[in-house]
């Protein structure tokens, strides 16, 4: 696995909660007629509009729309179920992946989609490896092989039961063989795929999309067309494109503040504005260095563990609009646990000094928590001060904290410069595999040195060889269990998605879920 991109960023300005208070009903969407067009405005950039470089929120969103995958993850579900394929399945235990694809599949430059552009989409994927893009996730693929046009069949390298998870991701997408360069990057800012979207037209501050008429799968549009407005992390400009009626929907970019004052204002029935909330499994989490001279030491990450306050984090900080979390694997997805309560219960003092005096530590902890100021949400500084106020308060620890710029804070991550630093990830699929292998596998993403032969040798190797996934709630416990004995991170909280929504448009509450997949087709307008 690589270092992921995909996390929360900035979020509307105060004031937009004065301006806007309000609320519509919701509704489920109808049977397929296409409404208006809408306009939808996001904190987010996106990155890149070739499937093989993108690998962050705003990448993954055009993805979504405009290419299919096999397989994709339906509205409220987390098992995939077929989409540009009409089946699939595995045989030779979890090593061998077959799929058939659909009839009469086209790209929307009406080129016929066959099983040679999906061998083509995935090996070209691992063959250009762009740092910044889906690669990682596609390692376990040994070879592909076409016997004929609608037939594909993976060959894995080991037993991976996750992996029809990971192809109805983005890093699934089915690119037309005609239009990119095997071996390069397509540069152009277009983009050819089979998905229930077109791309019109794509800049720096605006994406278009329009229908496919040519689309075949699951999803019914319910819209003509969709505006993306992008605003680079500008709180104040998506703020103002709200309140000025610029967007009808505002999404990725809702601070806490804004958030609560929306939910809890009673005019909200008012001024016609509807704040939609949707579940999520978005993580954040305190990561020690286990080399660190400091932070190394089991004693003071326990006396941490001991101290931390996730309710007062969360009501104080982020006002509720996310949740405390105990364990790695996040509540909503199966094999779920909570180890850090079980192991460290309610923040106790009398606990945390007690691990540091059996480590032999009679001093203060001298201690610099490492934040990074927008990458992993707005709040972000404001949280590790916190945390360090926590610490502090108990007299054990003489906590501050240092934020810096993200390149600069990964750059140093990578050279084991912080002894304790933030980390925030969302999900590629709703797996607890996810929240797992990537933190404890080979290739850590944490960059926190931390290695456990059990976790790597047995307990990954046998849930991922599992196509029964609720098989595997056993080995995901003792691997949860263990990652609270050893403390190498503290889970923190776990996120909530909202969207906030002009009167008469519905239908966000389908594109609101743990599979983080923003469907378009799924929103309708007037």
């Not at 596609?138 to 991976?160: G, N, W």
């Not at 929306?262 to 704040?275: A, H, R």
């Not at 709630?473 to 969207?499: F, I, M, N």
Request: hydrophobic letters at 35%; one cysteine or more; proline letters at 6%.
């Amino acid at each position: 696995m690589k270092t992921h991109n995909k996390w929360l960023t900035a979020p509307l300005a105060a004031g937009l909660a004065a301006a806007l208070l309000s609320g519509c009903g919701t509704e489920q969407s109808g049977s397929g007629d296409s409404g208006n067009g809408v306009r939808v405005g996001m904190s987010d950039e996106i990155v890149a509009t070739d499937p093989a470089a993108g690998y962050d929120p705003g990448s993954w969103l055009l993805f979504n729309n405009v290419f299919q995958s096999l397989l994709a993850f339906p509205k409220g579900g987390s098992e995939p179920e077929p989409e540009a394929a009409d089946k699939c399945g595995f045989s030779s235990g979890s090593t061998v992946y077959s799929c058939t694809l659909r009839d009469g599949l086209t790209f929307s430059n009406g080129n016929k989609l066959t099983s040679k552009d999906v061998k083509f989409s995935f090996e070209r994927a691992l063959k250009i490896a762009d740092p910044s893009g889906p690669a990682p996730l596609l390692a376990t693929i040994k070879s592909i092989e076409t016997p004929d046009e609608k037939t594909v069949v993976f060959r894995l390298k080991v037993p991976d039961a996750t992996f029809p998870s990971k192809i109805a991701s983005g890093a699934g997408s089915i690119v037309d063989h005609r239009e990119y360069p095997a071996d390069a990057l397509r540069t152009d800012g277009k983009a050819s795929g089979s998905g229930p979207y077109k791309l019109d037209s794509f800049s720096a501050t605006e994406a278009t999309f329009s229908a496919n008429p040519g689309y075949k799968g699951t999803a019914r549009p319910q819209n003509d067309a969709v505006t993306l407005k992008l605003y680079g992390g500008d709180r104040s400009a998506l703020s103002k494109a709200f309140t000025d009626g610029d967007i009808d929907v505002a999404y990725r970019g809702l601070s806490a503040e804004d958030i609560a004052t929306l939910e809890t204002s009673e005019t909200t029935d008012d001024k016609g504005i509807e704040v939609v909330q949707g579940s999520s499994a978005e993580v954040q989490h305190l990561v020690f260095n286990m080399k660190d001279p400091v932070a190394g030491k089991l004693g003071v990450r326990q006396a941490i563990a001991h101290l931390v306050d996730r309710e007062a984090l969360v009501e104080g900080v982020y006002k509720s609009t996310a949740t405390p979390l105990y364990s790695i694997v996040p509540a909503g997805i199966a094999g779920h646990n909570t180890a850090f309560y079980d192991t460290y219960g309610s923040p106790d003092k009398a606990k945390a000094k007690k691990a540091l005096r059996a480590a032999g530590i009679t001093d203060k902890v001298k201690l610099t928590l490492w934040s990074t100021p927008s990458r992993y949400g707005p709040s972000t500084d404001q949280e590790l001060k916190a945390i360090a106020e926590q610490l502090n308060a108990s007299g054990l620890f003489d906590a501050d904290v240092q934020s810096v710029a993200y390149d600069q804070y990964e750059k140093d991550i990578a050279a084991g410069k912080y002894g304790v630093y933030v980390k925030g990830w969302v999900p590629d699929y709703p797996d607890a595999d996810n929240f797992t292998t990537p933190f404890f596998g080979e290739g850590n993403v944490l960059g926190n040195r931390y290695e456990n032969a059990t976790i790597t040798g047995s307990l990954l190797p046998k849930t991922a060889a599992a196509p029964d996934r609720a098989a595997t709630a056993d080995e995901y416990g003792k691997l949860q269990d263990l990652v609270a004995e050893q403390l190498p991170l503290l889970p923190l909280w776990q996120g909530k998605q909202y969207a906030v929504a002009r009167q008469g448009v519905t239908g966000l509450e389908w594109t609101l879920d743990a599979s983080t997949v923003f469907r378009f087709w799924e929103i309708r307008k007037g």
